[in-house]
Each structure stands twice: as C-alpha cells, then as structure tokens.
C-alpha cells in the first residue's frame, strides 16, 4: 500500500463528499499522509456557511435519495463535515483548496471551514502527490 494517498473533490454532492470523508478517515487510521485538493463544488462544500449543512444527492438517486438520507440518519452515519475533521485531528491530514476555483468564485481562506489547511495552485498539489496513489472524486 502507499504511504501517501491524495484526494481530488471536485463533486459537492452527499454520495462522493461523505465517500471521501470516508476514505480518508481510513487513511488516517492507518497512519497514511493523505492530501485532499477541493476544487469547484468540493470547495463550496466547506464554505463556513454551508459545511454543516445537509447535502444534495445527484439526481440519478431519484425517489432513492431522500430514503438514503435518511436512512444514513438513523444509523447515526457521521456527516461527511464532522468526518474530515477528526481525520484531521488523528492523522496527517491535510485539506486544501484550489487557488483558481477561490479565485474564480471570489472566495478567500476566511470563507472557509477551518479544517482547509491553505489554498494552493494545482502544481503545488501535483508535488505533495509525487509518489503516492491519487483518487478523483
């Protein structure tokens, strides 16, 4: 397995954000440096006035999508948000956002969540991913 894992999330929906909190959770349990690049709806996602909020699945998930919300309610499933942040906590995390998207939607560090670590460009991520496994999410 690598030693280092690095995450793109360029989706804001419930399925893909609460898959990678997921995964690099994992990651961090299991002592991996892991890196996540937020671009486009990624990003909006953890604006400070929209990370603690309920999120839209795709349309595909139809009729679906308000049961599985749900669902994952009642099974006390740890919202994607909350999931990041102990990631952060307990393992070497590190979440940043893409300096073109901040700049394309007119957005600074001081828009959002704590938990973005920086705001770098793509080939500043290109280098702290050098040598390990990368996923698109």
């Given at each position: 397995?690598?030693?280092?894992?690095?995450?793109?999330?360029?989706?804001?929906?419930?399925?893909?954000?609460?898959?990678?909190?997921?995964?690099?959770?994992?990651?961090?349990?299991?002592?991996?440096?892991?890196?996540?690049?937020?671009?486009?709806?990624?990003?909006?996602?953890l604006r400070k006035d929209a990370v603690d909020k309920p999120l839209p699945l795709p349309t595909e998930y139809g009729e679906q999508?308000?049961?599985?919300?749900?669902?994952?309610?009642?099974?006390?499933?740890?919202?994607?948000?909350?999931?990041?942040?102990?990631?952060?906590?307990?393992?070497?995390?590190?979440?940043?956002?893409?300096?073109?998207?901040?700049?394309?939607?007119?957005?600074?560090?001081?828009?959002?969540?704590?938990?973005?670590?920086?705001?770098?460009?793509?080939?500043?991520?290109?280098?702290?991913?050098?040598?390990?496994?990368?996923?698109?999410?």
């Open positions: 397995m690598s030693s280092k894992m690095s995450f793109v999330a360029f989706s804001g929906t419930a399925d893909k954000l609460q898959a990678l909190a997921t995964m690099v959770s994992g990651a961090a349990a299991m002592e991996v440096e892991t890196h996540v690049f937020l671009t486009f709806w990624g990003i909006m996602a999508g308000k049961q599985i919300l749900e669902i994952m309610e009642q099974r006390g499933v740890t919202p994607f948000a909350e999931l990041l942040r102990l990631a952060t906590s307990v393992g070497d995390v590190h979440i940043h956002a893409c300096a073109m998207t901040v700049d394309l939607f007119n957005m600074g560090k001081d828009d959002l969540d704590d938990m973005v670590e920086d705001i770098i460009g793509v080939g500043t991520f290109i280098q702290l991913a050098e040598g390990g496994s990368v996923v698109f999410i």
